[in-house]
């Protein structure tokens, strides 16, 4: 059986993380429980130390429920290396789609995405395969991919 999970994204900015990746997404930034104003006020309900708590949003999920709820944790630090685990935005519309349209819906949404904060760091082509990527990092520097 399939199990629930959410994930989670160090970084030292979570509101502005939160918002962009909202934004590239199509989430939307997530609720704080029933009961509590902000996520900070339920933090605090299970005793998180107030130095742990931050303004501004640090969750989004999928409005449509089907993607992971993502979090993005606060750390002091900033990102060093390479990425072991990274996200794939799916724009190209699939494999029914021809390769010079899907090329162009890739290279949209990573005009779109730059707009947003983040930045390209490689064109993913090769003669005669039939893949067209674009790898980004995000406005923190954690890589991606848009294909």
């Keep these: 059986m399939a199990v629930r999970y959410q994930l989670v994204i160090d970084c030292t900015d979570p509101d502005r993380l939160a918002r962009f990746w909202a934004a590239a997404l199509g989430y939307e930034l997530a609720p704080p429980p029933a009961g509590f104003a902000t996520w900070s006020d339920f933090y605090r309900e299970l005793g998180v130390p107030e130095e742990e708590l931050v303004d501004g949003a640090n969750r989004i999920s ?35 789609n021809p390769i010079e349209k899907r090329k162009q819906l890739v290279d949209a949404e990573a005009e779109r995405l730059v707009a947003l904060g983040a930045r390209i760091t490689v064109v993913m082509q090769q003669d005669g395969l039939d893949h067209y990527a674009v790898g980004m990092k995000d406005p923190e520097g954690n890589e991606f991919d848009i294909n």
């Design 62 to 96: 999928d409005p449509q429920g089907g993607g992971p709820a993502i979090w993005f944790q606060v750390v002091t630090e900033p990102k060093a290396v390479k990425n072991r685990l990274h996200i794939d935005v799916h724009a190209s519309g699939g494999r029914s």
